[in-house]
């Protein structure tokens, strides 16, 4: 089955690190993704990791990927007013033409 | 370089009433898909076009229609809007379906359906 969860809501305040996770469900997922979305605006990629990868990091990013419990998170670090947005998860479906999954996405809110 | 351009940026419709959304890219991808999103329910594909002249359903199609018109052009038709469709309309594309290949973004239409 295609499900992919992450909770709604995140609140940090400036300086703080932030943790946003993810639950996926298809095994055969080959790539997983992290998307941002600011407001009004489309989703840009932040970053992806391979499904033999347990980490990837880039920059503040660090991307944790445990594909026995088929949890992925998103860490950022020295989290910023500018980090304020929507992130979601995302996974590749392996079958064919590979589509993307979307989580229902967290709303990431950093306060001064 | 624009990227994925959507017109319009907004929209109401009463119920019935039939319009088009318009998509281009101007990245040369191969690959464009229709999303739509709403409050906890993350994004859903609607439709999506592997390559020019091929188009499939996504997992939420019933209600649209979707042309790709040329390999820069990918549309999604309402023939008859119900208030269940309001909501927001994202375009993306990927020079080819999967793996790392990155989706691209539009900025989205916000439709509302009265």
């Known amino acids: 089955g295609e499900d992919v969860e992450q909770s709604l809501f995140l609140s940090v305040r400036e300086g703080d690190s932030s943790v946003i996770n993810c639950t996926y469900t298809?095994?055969?997922?080959?790539?997983l993704y992290w998307y941002k979305q600011e407001p009004g605006a489309g989703l840009q990629l932040l970053t992806y990791i391979f499904s033999n990868m347990d980490m990837k990091q880039d920059q503040r990013l660090t991307v944790l990927l445990n594909k026995k419990d088929k949890h992925l998170s998103l860490r950022i670090a020295d989290t910023q007013t500018g980090d304020s947005a929507i992130y979601f998860c995302?996974?590749?479906?392996?079958?064919?033409?590979?589509?993307?999954?979307f989580g229902t996405g967290t709303r990431l809110l950093v306060s001064p | 370089n624009a990227g994925v351009t959507q017109t319009p940026k907004f929209q109401v419709l009463k119920t019935g009433q039939s319009m088009t959304l318009q998509c281009a890219q101007d990245m040369n991808h191969n690959s464009m898909y229709w999303y739509r999103q709403d409050p906890g329910m993350g994004l859903r594909l609607i439709y999506y076009?592997?390559?020019?002249?091929?188009?499939d359903k996504g997992e939420v199609p019933n209600g649209y229609n979707v042309s790709r018109l040329n390999k820069r052009e990918f549309s999604l038709r309402l023939e008859s809007a119900a208030p269940s469709q309001t909501s927001v309309y994202f375009c993306a594309s990927s020079r080819e379906g999967g793996f790392s290949n990155e989706q691209f973004f539009g900025p989205g239409t916000r439709l509302t359906v009265l």
């Open positions: 995302a996974e590749s479906m392996n079958t064919g033409f590979q589509k993307l999954v």
């Open positions: 298809d095994s055969s997922s080959t790539y």
């Open positions: 076009s592997a390559s020019e002249g091929t188009t």
